[in-house]
């Protein structure tokens, strides 16, 4: 018999504690990491790792898969960039617990919120639960080649127990909150990583309502942090997630405060450089860190690259969108609307119109502006498109040097390709044309990467890539300012995420942890060109993003992936509460 299942040979060792990388062999058996080092006997299959990173697989704490992980065992587009983890039911939303006639409405909830078609969610979940706790058993059913964990979100909750009574700015009675509380330490102790709510007037369900939670007070808030702090108690975890605008006058740091030293729990956030919100991000790290200062345990998660909408004609937004001659067309079978499309005359006509902004949404008119109108803000995505562009590389300047008036060399950059192209704009997260802002915070014990929306807003941009870009762009090319260390990316998308999160079972690459791995050539890792999918239930779209560059990725010590193509093995399941090493904790 061999002497280990699996034995990595002769690989960059880069092992997620943040120290110096080494090279070396990592032996594998019964799905944990049993050596590392110099690795004497022999396995059942080894792995050439010679002049690549072997690394622990990515633990991606911000996902949207809540529907997805019922019915997809591959969880792409996320098991595509070497992640090996998931943690969704973030910002508020998912689908638990959930009574029958409620089932529509919450679908309707993730559709506005996260942009996942409702047309594949109704025919892909098959809702064989209720409560918080028979939708974690309905989980650990169906393998995957991830791990999956889960927050219990406000929406669903609020649903639940208000009934016809939520509705936009409706106040819970006390009755309300002490039974809201009850389903959340009730999902905690099940297994629940933690809780999620959404305070952002850009979350809206497909009927324009603000999600459930936006307006909650924080006695409500602070009581359901106080029922996690009992279930963390009895041996659960819990992190308290939420996306918010961060107004100033809402004091959301000094309740996120009171409720993490109250509490005993994590509390974090989405901290972004945004539009939407009345703080810059500067001034969010510095208000928090004030309340930490005084006991609260607050951590920012941030997001590596601007967060930006890819615009195409075909199943997502165009910067002519609200042109009458597009309008005419915009719901023609992809085939016709094409050949317009491609039709000079049509053309000629759409670009003679002005915009009618008098369907647009009021409440974002501003971000509707600067998609129809924004070309200095929109930037062409060449093949080897960079995601940190200058203004060289916008629909302006490359117009100017054209020669050509900008909305027609945008025209014409979405009809390269046979109408394929793409044009990005990123919205959010993008100050003064660069990513500069973000250097420090890759250095904050009290940050983490995160914000990838893994698995949602399916028709605007795929940001599941995350992991990738991080290695790509942050550690190998950048070239608008400073780069950061492998060493340090791998144990910000590693450890840090999983520690946040109680995992301390994974991240690392040491004896006793989960051997869950990813065998890397940075040098041929490059991020793929999107494109636009219809493979959800019902022929639902989404935009993917492939990679090359991952030879291997390993699950619980099987490959999952080889050369970027699914195994077809699922050795990953369903997470239930904290996690420790085996071998760690027998040493203690």
Known sequence: MPAFDLI???GTIVDGTGAERFTGDVA????????VGEVRGDAAREIDASGKVVAPGFVDIHTHYDGQATWDQEMAPSSWHGVTTVVMGNCGVGFAPAKPDRHEWLISLMEGVEDIPGTALAEGITWDWETFPEYLDALEKLPRTVDVGTHVPHGAVRAYVLGDREQPGAVPTDEDIEVMSAIVEEGVRAGALGFSTSRT?????????????????????VAIGKAMGRAKDAGGYAVFEMASDLQRDWNEFEWMGKLSREAGIPVTFAALESI?????????????RAENDNGANIVAQIALRGNGIIMAWQGTVNPFAFRPSWQA???LPWAEQKAKLLDPAFKKQLLSEPNDYSEAPMDIIGVVMVITQGWALQYEMDPDFDYEPDETASVNARAKAAGVDPQEYAYDMLCRDDA????????????????????PLQHADDTVNSLSDGGAHCGTICDAASPTFMLEHWVRDRKRGDRITLENAIKRQCRDTAVLYGLEDRGVIAPGYLADINVIDMESLRLGRPWLA??????????????DGYVCTIKNGVVTFEDGKWTGETPGGLIRGPQRAELAEAAE
């Open 276 to 288: 939407a919100k009345e703080m810059p991000l500067a001034e969010q790290i510095e208000t928090m």
């Open 201 to 221: 007037v850009l979350h809206k369900s497909v009927d324009g309502e603000l999600v459930p939670g936006t307006t909650a007070t924080p006695e409500e808030l």
């Open 534 to 547: 219809f493979d959800l239930p019902a022929g639902g779209k989404r935009l993917l993003q492939k990679a």
């Open 8 to 10: 990595i040979r002769g």
């Open 420 to 439: 394929s192209g793409f044009i990005y704009l990123p919205i959010l997260n993008y100050a003064e044309g660069n990513l500069d802002f973000l250097v």
């Open 329 to 331: 067309i915009k719901d």
């Open 28 to 35: 594998i058996k019964d799905g944990l990491i049993a050596q």
